[in-house]
């Protein structure tokens, strides 16, 4: 199977030229000015085609709390928003602690329509089966507070995990992110870290202000770069998440982290819960994240407040590196047919009614956003257009050893 994608225009070295480009197989056989036969043609129409976002860091709740979404909602949600590749998180019911457990998931992650791959839960006994795991992306290390039961607190077992893996994605908030690095030295591990959702100016400081600096790598999310904790008056538990927003200072030391290059990831952290649940008294953390990350972010650029390479790398580029994805992450040839296709000049609210998460509202609804996803590709195949889901089936990822 062969198309040719026409009239893209696509970052070449910070640039933005006018290419075509073959696929053939699922992969990217060709990006080229010729027009070579394909037996289906797609029209970008000049629009903006960047790499299929890859989004490490989502709930999608699979098994256990199929009520707020599954593979199959949040992928769909997921490729809406251009993101060709989602790594799930390990709190689901039961939490992804245990090889039986990964072996389930991947069974249920069978239906996702972009492609995905697993974060394996850590706790202070499963440390022989996170040697044992397989095709993971990460390990996850929950210091601070989250939804399910995953808390670690004792250094020696925090030493012994980083220890297990190459790479462990820590859930730190403020002080426990100055732990996670001085337990990094003090026992003088080698592998990476990953700090999810960094929020605040202190916390990115603990990260990035530490000789060891290169084997750790900072996240963000949208919602701590376009709210602060004055959103939390007008939408209450709908803005409340871990780690929660933090003041419009800190947002800055964010932005600031963005254009310095201490921060190496956007990631949506999708954290589906129904309305109802947050209505209650005791409402569960998390708001969802899929379908609006990147119209947030192509709005962000038509307000110049960041440029497409800047997206390209921290949605792209990065994570793939990062993870060590296989062949994803850049538009290049040979490498997979993950792409998307964005139309910067359109102009559209986001709306809950719209929306293809099971929890059907967002925290942005209402925002009028210049910048859209209007097609998404991936592993060749049209998955998304222009308001339309194609259910074809995705893939789990491979690593690079
Ligand atoms: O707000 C959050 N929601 N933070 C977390 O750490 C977990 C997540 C969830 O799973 O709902
Ligand atoms: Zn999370």
């Not at 992650?109 to 995905?116: D, L």
């Not at 097609?375 to 998955?383: E, H, K, R």
Request: glycine share 6%; charged share 30%.
């Amino acid at each position: 199977m062969s198309t040719l994608i026409k009239n893209c225009r696509l970052l070449i070295k910070g640039k933005l030229f006018a290419k075509n480009i073959l696929i053939k197989n699922g992969k990217i056989a060709k990006i080229t000015n010729k027009e070579p036969k394909a037996e289906k043609v797609i029209d970008a129409k000049s629009n903006f085609v960047l790499p299929g976002l890859i989004d490490a860091h989502v709930h999608f709740r699979e098994p256990g709390m199929t009520h707020k979404e599954d593979f199959l909602s949040g992928s769909m949600a997921a490729a809406k928003g251009g993101i060709t590749t989602i790594l799930d998180m390990p709190n689901t019911i039961p939490p992804t602690t245990t090889l039986d457990a990964l072996e389930e998931k991947r069974r249920l992650a069978a239906k996702s329509i972009v492609n995905y791959g697993f974060n394996f839960g850590s706790t202070t006994e499963n440390i022989s089966d996170i040697k044992k795991a397989k095709n993971i992306a990460a390990v996850k290390l929950y210091m601070s507070y989250t939804t399910g039961d995953l808390i670690i607190r004792d250094f020696e077992a925090i030493s012994d995990i980083f220890k297990a893996s190459r790479t462990t994605i820590v859930h730190a908030e403020d002080d426990f992110v100055r732990d996670a690095v001085e337990i990094l030295i003090k026992n003088k591990i080698r592998n990476h870290v990953h700090f999810a959702h960094v929020s605040s100016e202190k916390e990115l400081q603990y990260a990035k202000s530490n000789k060891i600096k290169k084997q750790i790598s900072v996240e963000v999310t949208p919602h701590h770069l376009f709210m602060d904790s004055k959103d939390l008056q007008s939408l209450g538990a709908f803005a409340e998440m871990k780690p929660g927003l933090k003041t419009e200072r800190d947002q800055k030391a964010l932005w600031e982290g963005i254009a310095n290059g201490n921060v190496d990831t956007i990631a949506s952290d999708h954290a589906p819960h129904l309305k109802e649940e947050k209505e209650k008294a005791n409402y569960p953390f998390g708001v969802p994240g899929v379908e609006t990350m990147l119209p947030l972010l192509l709005d962000a650029f038509n307000n110049k407040k960041l440029d497409l390479s800047a997206i390209q790398k921290l949605c792209c580029e990065n994570p793939a590196k990062i993870f060590r994805i296989k062949n994803k992450g850049f538009l290049k040839e040979g490498y997979d047919a993950d792409l998307v296709i964005a139309d910067l000049e359109k102009r559209q609210a986001v709306r809950n009614d719209d929306l293809l998460t099971k929890c059907k509202w967002s925290p942005f609804e209402g925002k009028i956003l210049k910048g859209w996803p209007v097609m998404t590709i991936i592993n060749g195949n049209l998955v998304y257009d222009d308001g339309e889901i194609f259910d074809v089936k995705a893939k789990e990822v491979q690593y690079a050893r």
